[in-house]
């Protein structure tokens, strides 16, 4: 059964090749030049809009947020963990800590770099994000990956300690969270079923795998996902293309949707299905995928009201968009927290826009920065009540 189900596992990712820019050769990538760009320094396709390299800049549409943001790599002494390879942890300037974290691993064949787009992101945002590399690209399982997960971050703990380091004394070592893109994103729910003490998941078009002979009874090769092997309690952002069956037929039952409703109703949970989009969707950070993602942990790492509040908006993007959350009664604008939204939320905003200090409370289109266009937003709530 082992051996069979070696060769099925890779007929699953034969079946998917070229579903991500990451797959493409030099060749191909210029091929497909309107969707993916070659980076000549790392010999690698990426998708457009995807990684950059200059702190607090962005690209392709992602709305990089307020901070500049540096790293430290193994060679700065960041713990080589056993259970990942080529660690990079990004960190925030100036941010307000402790800094909260996220982790995150890439997709089949896909290296540490994969992520690099989405770490930059959410350290401009003032977060510790830190991107990891599977020990092997190919053969490393789905749990597997959700172990390096969870060794990632213990990594960053131990920055918390590290004397040199310069997240010393600085990270919230009780708010971590995990995400991943296709198997990477799978993984974060595997990383999850170990660990439920992980504040926050964001799946990026998720695949997952989870082999049972005596529960998936009936089903090809033991390959299943019934409710028992999603249960848990870690709130899930997920992402998912319309049309990535069609991409990924192997993958019919194993997708983020299927993972979304098959997950506990009693845990947090969205499912964000990008409108005619296949499994590239949510691979790098921009538009409402940036947006959602980043009131996603602002909402489950920070409390942000505000943040919950936009997370009830449907998406303009989305086919499919479906949520169990509950904002306990939280009202979008609401800054001092009174229970009401009035001129003094107007003016509290005011004050943001003229000392340049950022909250994310009072940026209500998500954009990174506080401008007139909140205050245009925030008076259009108070005349509208």
């Keep these: 059964m082992k051996i069979i189900f070696k060769h099925f596992y890779l007929f699953f990712f034969i079946s998917s090749i070229y579903a991500e820019c990451s797959d493409l050769d030099y060749s191909l990538c210029l091929t497909y030049s309107e969707f993916c760009t070659w980076d000549e320094d790392s010999g690698t396709c990426y998708e457009e809009g995807g990684y950059g390299t200059t702190g607090g800049s962005g690209g392709g549409g992602t709305s990089y947020g307020p901070y500049e943001y540096s790293t430290i790599t193994e060679a700065q002494g960041l713990r080589n963990g056993p259970d990942y390879r080529d660690g990079v942890v990004y960190y925030p300037i100036g941010g307000d800590s402790p800094y909260k974290s996220i982790v995150l691993t890439p997709g089949f064949g896909g290296g540490s770099i994969y992520m690099s787009s989405w770490a930059e992101f959410f350290a401009s945002h003032g977060y510790i994000a830190m991107r990891i590399g599977p020990n092997d690209e190919v053969n490393d399982s789905h749990n597997q990956r959700g172990e390096g997960l969870l060794d990632g971050i213990e990594s960053i703990r131990q920055e918390n300690t590290r004397t040199g380091s310069p997240l010393y004394g600085l990270v919230d070592t009780d708010n971590f969270s995990v995400s991943g893109y296709s198997m990477g994103g799978g993984a974060s729910h595997n990383a999850a079923m170990i660990d439920g003490t992980i504040k926050a998941i964001i799946s990026l078009n998720p695949t997952v795998i989870f082999e049972d002979c005596d529960v998936c009874i009936g ?71 940036a947006e959602y993602a980043l009131n996603w942990l602002n909402y489950q790492l920070s409390g942000d009201s505000s943040a ?78």
């Design 219 to 289: 089903a090809a090769y033991c390959i299943c996902l019934v409710p028992e092997f999603v249960n848990h309690s870690v709130p899930s952002l997920i992402f998912a293309g319309e049309f990535e069956v069609n991409e990924l037929e192997s993958y019919d039952g194993l997708l983020g949707q299927d993972v979304y409703e098959n997950m506990p109703s009693t845990t947090d949970k969205i499912i964000f299905e990008g409108a005619g989009s296949g499994h590239g969707f949510a691979e790098s950070p921009y538009g409402e995928v």
């Design 308 to 385: 919950c509040e936009s997370l009830l908006v449907e998406p303009l993007s989305a086919s499919l968009y479906s949520t169990n959350l509950d904002c306990e009664g939280s009202t979008l604008g609401d800054l001092n927290g009174d229970s009401l939204v009035n001129i003094q939320d107007i003016i509290l905003t005011v004050n943001y826009v003229l000392s340049g200090d950022y909250s994310s409370s009072a940026d209500l289109n998500s954009d990174g920065s506080i401008s007139i266009l909140d205050i245009v937003q925030l008076i259009n709530i108070v005349l509208a009540d």
